[in-house]
């Protein structure tokens, strides 16, 4: 009898790390004819298997996931052959890409924040997670550049980490940790205005009352700490108080209180009195 005559081919590798959808393609076989066949999937012995060739001669090994398989033995009933070369299917890729900061966001609670992700393949539509300030986000389907590049748009000032890229069922991710921050708010230094005398008013927006401050913001002026009513004229104070000025930039804002003293004048009379009793 003859020996049965086959070769082993590499069929497809699974489309997704861990799937079952591998195949090996075994042809060269006679046609529509019935065998028994075993082989190794790098653990352990399969089979024996009863299969049935197509009219080309061929069998599909199929539903395997990502190994090496080897000793692939066919039998006919009378003889035996066994393929000794072995064929090795692999998971997709992992994905394998850095985490880099862009830009941080250009006002205090904005959110044009962007950074950027890349080493990835071109042109790919990933699944991606990733925490923010802790909290977890995604998974969201995001698609690379030509040049592998991924941008994150639309962050606020925060901590970024713990990115994780799934490309069909394989997982990569990346020790960075992003942090993007506001603008510096300014900072107020006030010093409280000189006491004066009525009817002399008080100029909240002399510039020595914000000698020492910093950032450069536009002044404000309130009645109140939470800056909702709006102080109509601060250059001309007639009335004691506390007071409030606000510096606002880029979104920024710092408030800080100011207190003006206006003396009353004393207030009296002169009245007539006794004249002198003798001339002199």
């Known amino acids: ?51 049935t060739t197509d009219a080309s001669g061929s069998y599909i090994l199929s539903s395997i996931s990502a190994g090496s398989y080897s000793s692939f033995m066919i039998t006919d009933g009378n003889c035996s052959y066994t393929v000794v070369p072995s064929v090795t299917l692999v998971d997709p890729s992992a994905p394998v890409f850095t985490a880099n900061s862009v830009g941080d966001p250009s006002t205090c609670l904005g959110d044009d924040g962007v950074i ?47 990115f994780v890229m799934n490309l069909a069922g394989c997982t990569g ?24 005398c009525s009817p002399l008013t008080v100029d909240l927006s002399a510039p020595d009352l914000t000698t020492g401050s910093t950032g450069g913001g536009t002044l404000t002026y309130w009645t109140d700490a939470a800056a909702t009513v709006l102080l109509v004229d601060p250059t001309a104070l007639s009335t ?41």
Not at 121 to 148: E, F
Not at 254 to 264: E, G, Q
């Open 1 to 51: 009898n003859d020996l049965p005559s086959f070769t082993s081919e590499l069929g497809n590798d699974p489309l997704n790390c861990g799937g079952l959808d591998g195949s090996i393609l075994l042809s060269g076989l006679s046609a529509s004819s019935s065998y028994d066949f075993t082989y190794n999937d790098g653990s352990s012995n399969i089979g024996p298997l009863s299969i």
């Open 116 to 162: 950027d992700l890349t080493g990835l393949l071109s042109n790919t539509t990933y699944a991606l997670t990733y925490l923010d300030d802790g909290v977890s986000v995604g998974p969201i389907n995001v698609t690379s550049d030509g040049s592998g590049n991924i941008a994150l748009n639309s962050l606020d000032a925060g901590t970024y980490t713990s």
């Open 173 to 196: 991710s990346t020790g960075s940790s992003i942090s993007l921050t506001d603008p510096a708010s300014p900072v107020l230094q006030l010093t409280d205005p000189s006491a004066v």
């Open 240 to 280: 004691s108080g506390m007071y409030y000025i606000q510096s606002q930039s880029n979104g920024c804002t710092d408030i800080a209180s100011v207190n003006v003293t206006i003396n009353d004048l004393p207030s009296f009379t002169s009245e007539l009195g006794n004249d002198p009793l003798n001339c002199g």
